[in-house]
């Protein structure tokens, strides 16, 4: 018993601690000698034999391959699924970063907490409170939205002539070189004022030629275009999405042809004849900024069907800048997206010849656009939606905490009726996910990664947060939020929330293709290992990556029950107190997952590629993992202030309980059902233990909100609010501090009403009664006036004339008390 008992001590710890082969060797020959020599327990011959049969094959790595690892990687060859050109450059592109410690199952949090914090320099700080503040207090997003149907010209104006299109361009180019997070806190400034501004800001800096043309141009065309794009002289707009293919980027039908031809250049005016170029047809929609472009940046297939330039017939996506006035480009009609009318239309051309000078990077990037576009995807898609959900968030906190406090019912601020607490903890909850996902993949941008696997949970997981967000602050504003006005500051939100569902990658597709997919060959430590080593017909390779990925799966077997045994009270956390256990949560997890992914891949093998509901639910797991990282860092990173412990637990634990319904989710509907029950009792040898977070925590949440504090100042902190009483979203604050400093009067004089000792009937003639009577006095008569109108102008909706024309201004300017 006890030598059974040393055994399994034995391999646990080994299986913990991922002890290579050689220690597994020495460790079961120290197991077997202790039996024969201290315990007096005979072991047979055969046995000792069998082992050593073992040990010699395992350790000895030409035996090894030969009798071992060489059959199993003829079989892998056979059964590895064949992966397209796109696929191949999709998951080659970018980087791995801390996802891969997700992916691990033992995350290194010393690692974590070592990462710089995003930080703003001095000049970048000076541009946020500067011209950025400036351009927020110039947006009129009712204004834009209703009436213009655009931005203002001198709002577009000020965008040009501050650099706003050239945040990401070198300085010696005369662009602003601003770091990937002060890019992101600019775009989310302009976000809390207006989302049409916010558009035509950021795309030029993420997705437009810019950021290719910074990577990929040659001199002369960096030279020509980065100045011109910084300081607005051009207009950029970049052409991927057609009718035909839209989340299937990879299948443009649009495409140019090899030939010799002639063409003006419209930059110079001069004439160029019989010059080899491409000769290219296209039909884009859904293209952001188009109907005002002056160069678009155009993504096509390349053929070279006569040999103009090598043996290469199909050479493949491709990107070319062509002037807008060039002969042939069709441009300027427009789209109109839901809620919003930031510049989107469509672009398209017929046998439009153009140089081969035009590609970007010239002739020998040829072929060369896909790789370039999904390189440049994954920083673009770390910045520009998510930073958008940001400011949602921000703003929803803002408004909604503000509005519950001042908007009473049956006596209460209706933020403290349960029922409405339980939706405003969401709101903060997600708006601290939000930002702090972002703020993590920030830091990891400005450390030179390029995270394509964490960029597809940023786009995903931000923009659904943004929509049940947005939907909360509906349901609790009512009535308030559902006319559309200048006072609404949440309609027009709300009305754009397709618009970031849908592009860079329709979140359907993010979640249950994208996030694992990607993540589970590129973030794993052996299967790109493996996958490349059969390509490469390499099987020294392949062995070395097989014999780690076993010793993987079975440390992760043994690791995933002992924490699941012990609830992981006895894993390492980095720190002490209230977050080490969600530390230790994360490692079982973590571990877990990792166990996960391998039987889904040895189980299902190129089929899991099919098997998106399955996928779906991986790639919810990893995404989890990451988000429940992301705020304890950010919580460190912070100074892990006291006033934000309540949104940090709500919004760990509700990420860590998210996980463990996406696991339940998977075995419950994993095919092979003897797996998944082993699987089950591995990971979950006590049930379904978490739960989220409380109704305790969450009302907690939901009063800081609407109080001024620490953790409202946090959540909103990078938000634009006017300091005019005028504005909508800016009477909010002086509404909230003049009916925070008026409670007391108000709560006399509710007494005084219950007692009796008022002849009057109105709430205004009550007030002038107690003032008369000497009850309050004239500074107290002055601030509760004062507070009531601001608040009467907080709840008040807009109204206009039969023909929805004319703002009836004097309707509006009345007060009743």
């Known amino acids: 018993m006890f030598a059974a008992v040393l055994l399994i001590a034995l391999l646990g710890v080994m299986a913990y601690y991922r ?102 320099s001095a000049e970048e700080q000076a541009f946020l409170d500067g011209p950025t503040e400036q351009l927020c207090a110039m947006i009129d997003d009712w204004k834009i939205t209703h009436e213009l149907k655009d931005l203002p010209p001198e709002v577009w104006q000020f965008i040009k002539d501050n650099g706003f299109l050239g945040m990401i361009v070198k300085k010696k180019y005369g662009g602003l070189e601003f770091s990937n997070y002060a890019h992101a806190k600019v775009v989310t400034k302009i976000a809390t004022r207006g989302g049409s501004a916010a558009v035509s800001v950021m795309v030029p800096n993420s997705l437009g030629p810019g950021e290719l043309l910074q990577h990929y141009g040659t001199e002369a065309q960096k030279d020509y275009y980065l100045p011109r794009l910084a300081k607005g002289v051009e207009v950029p707009c970049f052409a991927l999405t057609s009718p035909y293919a839209g989340s299937d980027a990879g299948s443009i039908p649009d495409y140019g042809i090899v030939c010799r031809g002639s063409y003006t250049d419209p930059r110079s005016g001069q004439r160029h004849e019989n010059v080899l170029g491409l000769r290219v047809s296209w039909e884009k929609r859904w293209i952001t900024l188009a109907p005002v472009a002056t160069i678009l940046g155009l993504a096509f297939k390349m053929y070279d069907p ?27 009609r427009r789209h109109f997206p839901g809620g919003a009318v930031f510049m989107n239309g469509p672009t398209w051309g017929k046998d439009v010849f153009i140089p081969l000078e035009w590609i970007i990077g010239g002739r020998e990037f040829a072929g060369q656009g896909w790789r370039m576009l999904v390189e440049c995807l994954s920083v673009g898609r770390c910045i520009s939606l998510p930073a958008m959900s940001v400011a949602c968030g921000k703003v929803t906190t803002f408004t909604t905490g503000a509005y519950a406090r001042i908007r009473d019912q049956f006596g209460l601020p209706i933020g403290k009726f349960e029922g409405v607490d339980e939706a405003m903890a969401r709101i903060a909850g997600y708006t601290y996910q939000m930002e702090a996902s972002q703020d993590l993949a920030l830091t990891g941008l400005d450390m030179g990664e390029k995270p394509s696997v964490l960029s597809a949970v940023l786009k995903y997981h931000n923009t659904e947060r943004m929509r049940k967000t947005i939907n909360d602050a509906m349901d609790i504003h009512g009535g308030k939020a559902v006319v559309l006005g200048p006072r609404n500051y949440l309609a027009r939100a709300y009305q754009s929330i397709p618009i970031g569902i849908t592009v860079e990658g329709a979140n359907i597709l993010t979640r249950s293709m994208i996030i694992y997919g990607q993540g589970a060959i590129r973030c794993h430590p052996f299967v790109l290992r493996e996958m490349k080593a059969a390509m490469a017909n390499d099987a020294a390779e392949f062995d070395r990556a097989i014999t780690g990925h076993i010793n993987f799966v079975i440390s992760n077997v043994f690791r995933s029950l002992w924490l699941g045994l012990t609830g992981a009270r006895f894993a390492g956390a980095p720190r002490g107190g209230e977050t080490a256990l969600y530390y230790k949560q994360v490692t079982r997890f973590s571990s877990a997952f990792a166990l996960l992914s391998d039987m889904a891949m040895f189980s299902l093998g190129g089929t899991l590629k ?79 233990t978490l739960k989220p977070a409380s109704d305790r925590i969450g009302t907690k949440v939901a009063r800081a909100m609407m109080e001024p504090g620490g953790m409202r100042d946090r959540l909103t902190q990078g938000m634009y609010v006017s300091p005019s009483e005028e504005d909508a979203v800016g009477v909010l604050r002086h509404a909230l501090d003049a009916i925070l400093a008026t409670e007391p009067v108000e709560q006399k004089l509710r007494k005084l009403a219950r007692d009796g000792k008022f002849s009057r009937i109105t709430a205004r003639e009550r007030l002038e009664e107690a003032l008369q009577s000497g009850l309050i006095t004239q500074a107290d008569f002055d601030a509760v006036t004062r507070a009531r109108k601001l608040k009467r102008d907080v709840i008040m909706v807009d109204d206009f004339d039969m023909a929805l024309e004319q703002h009836d201004a004097a309707l509006l300017k009345r007060h009743i008390f």
């Open 19 to 120: 002890a290579p082969v050689l220690a597994w060797t020495v460790g079961l020959a120290a197991w077997l000698a202790s039996l024969q020599f201290a315990f007096g327990c005979p072991v047979s011959t055969i046995v000792w034999g069998v082992f050593a049969l073992l040990a010699f094959v395992l350790n000895i790595v030409p035996l090894r391959r030969a009798v071992f690892t060489g059959p199993v990687f003829g079989i892998f060859k056979k059964i590895t699924p064949a992966m397209s050109q796109t696929e191949q450059e999709a998951i080659n592109a970018g980087t791995v970063w801390w996802d891969r410690d997700l992916f691990s199952g033992k995350p290194d949090y010393q690692r974590l907490l070592a990462f710089p914090d995003a930080k703003l």
């Open 306 to 332: 006569d040999h103009l330039l090598g043996d290469k017939e199909e050479i493949g996506i491709t990107c070319a800048l062509v002037p807008t006035e060039h002969e042939g480009v069709c441009i300027g």
């Open 610 to 688: 099919f098997r998106e509901k399955l996928s779906a639910r991986l790639g919810d797991m990893l995404s989890n993992l990451y988000i429940a990282t992301a705020c304890l860092k950010r919580f460190e990173r912070d100074g892990a202030p006291k006033e934000d412990l309540a949104v940090l637990r709500w919004a760990v634990e509700n990420a860590l309980f998210d996980l463990q319904q996406a696991m339940d989710g998977f075995l419950a509907n994993l095919p092979s059902r003897g797996l998944a029950w082993v699987l089950r009792k591995i990971i979950f040898p006590w049930g379904l």
